[in-house]
């Protein structure tokens, strides 16, 4: 059973654009707070609150490098996000899997 | 190319235990406001907000009929979220190999 909270903090972490594309960048490797802010045009402060969201929901590690802070993807990842789409998603074929037996029956009557 | 508005409000949508709830029942078909309130505990009002919210998302589509509002799930779906969602699981996958190919290469140095 997943942990409701978690799921709701996943998914608020990924509702918006700048994080989306933080979690983009670090796909190809780790990165500091400035080096995340400079490419979204936001400061360094912005930028650090955005992390600390990604940070909470497990979506991003950070660690003191020196003066800076370094980030990494989390190790959580996004299974549980995905299985919960993925078992809704099954909802909704089967929603249109309904409509369309309905359709075929309609069209059975019509001729 | 996804619009990311259309992320950002999905996975905002999302990100509430009530509103995956409603989902949920709704897989099931067709409610009234009043009959996703009172499982949920808690008042029209606050359910019919939570409906605007996936309304809005485009998950849910509601119909007046007669004196009560009908909630079905909405064409939309989750593909767009669940496309976003798999391609960044392959990062974290990427990451993970990484990591392992890592570990056996010391693994090599340690013996």
Redesign the interface.
């Known amino acids: 059973m997943v942990e ?1 909270r978690v ?6 972490a ?4 700048t994080r ?1 594309a933080v ?2 960048r ?2 190809d490797g780790p990165a500091t707070i400035s080096e995340l802010a400079e490419p979204a045009g936001i400061t360094v402060t912005g930028m650090a609150k955005h992390v600390k969201v990604l940070e909470d929901a497990g979506l991003v590690s950070t660690q003191k490098v020196g003066r800076v802070r370094e980030c ?2 989390g190790s959580e ?3 549980d ?2 299985a ?3 078992f ?2 099954r ?2 074929d ?2 249109l899997d309904g409509l369309d037996a309905f359709l075929t029956l309609q069209k059975g009557h019509d001729s």
């Open positions: 409701q799921l709701d903090r996943s998914f608020a990924l509702s918006d654009q989306r979690l983009a670090l796909g990494r993807l990842g996004l299974d996000a995905m919960w789409i993925s809704y998603q909802l909704w089967r929603r």
